[in-house]
């Protein structure tokens, strides 16, 4: 009776503690999300070592060709301070995307997974892979 | 002639009264306001992040349902709903589209659009274009407004249906 229990909690701290380490100060639906993203990647992709922060920054900040603004990025809209307001563009503000100065960032998984979905199609023109999407959002945490 | 006096000083006080109620709530009726705040949240979220929650008055039923079924490509950008937020936010906008308005503006909107048209920007109507003919296409373009669509710029009170000409500021 104990083994079975032991083993089941090994196993559950095992599958569990990198998510953990990557979503620290996520609520528990957002926790559950990257590593929802986490375990989709490790299909795809071998040898994967968890998400990264810097390929997260560069994903951010790489500029892509667009029709209307020349070029576009993440930090178009978010500007390249994420603990400022930016602006889209139409010109509405948008709420600093940076944790530490806006509470309500990264609270809700619908609007997150809203947001990857629409702007990785914005500025790349297609949906970001479960890799890409974690190091973004590994990048945005850290701000 | 003392008469006639009176008659013309009665007219006067009435209409004066009568410009106070326009100044309050009932200024839905005046030319350039649109009767009620936008109130579906929904629609606030989900369309007011991007851009201005645009009073559905403003557009008729046939121009709501192709914007709201062409999400994918919405002006070049994907703003693309999950299903459920999709429907319940076109069918507040088809409740409340021009049509089913009393106000001027939206009858002077949709008197400018013609029957088979279904204009997708507001800014595109003749409408629009007759009421902002004397803003020169600069204007529009700069850092500070950006686009036509971004009615707040130069008109404080746009979410709450005020566009009146008397509030516009103008930002350099």
Known sequence: MRIPSLFTSVCLFVTMAPGLGLAAGLNAEMTKYVQVLEAQTKKQETGFKGFDAERGRKIFFDARPNDKTGTISCATCHTSDLKKSGKTLVGKVVEPLAPSVNKKRLTNVKDTEKWLTRNFKQVYGREGTAREKGDVLKFIIAQ | ?172
């Not at chain 2, 200024?27 to 851009?51: D, F, I, M, N, W």
């Not at chain 2, 971004?150 to 709450?160: R, Y």
Request: with cysteine; hydrophobic share 35%; proline share 4%.
């Open chain 2, 1 to 172: 002639m003392n008469h006639l006096k009176k008659i013309s000083l009665a007219v006067l006080f009435s209409g004066i009264i009568s410009s106070f109620a326009m100044a309050g709530e009932a200024r839905g009726a005046g030319a350039t306001a649109v009767p009620g705040q936008v109130s579906s949240k929904s629609y606030l979220k989900e369309c007011g992040a991007c851009h201005l929650a645009f009073q559905p008055q403003l557009l008729p039923k046939r121009s709501w349902e192709k914007i709201m079924s062409t999400l994918d490509k919405h002006f070049g950008d994907s703003a693309t709903l999950d299903e459920d937020t999709r429907s319940e936010i076109l069918a507040y906008l088809i409740t409340n589209s021009a049509e089913t308005s009393s106000s001027k503006v939206s009858k002077k909107m949709l008197a400018s659009i013609g029957k088979a048209q279904a204009p997708l920007r507001i800014t595109e109507t003749a409408y629009f274009k007759r009421k902002h003919r004397e803003v020169q296409a600069g204007v529009f373009k700069r850092k500070s407004i950006g686009s036509p669509a971004n009615c707040t710029a130069c008109h404080p009170m746009a979410e709450k249906g005020n566009y009146d000409e008397h509030k516009v500021k103008i930002p350099k």
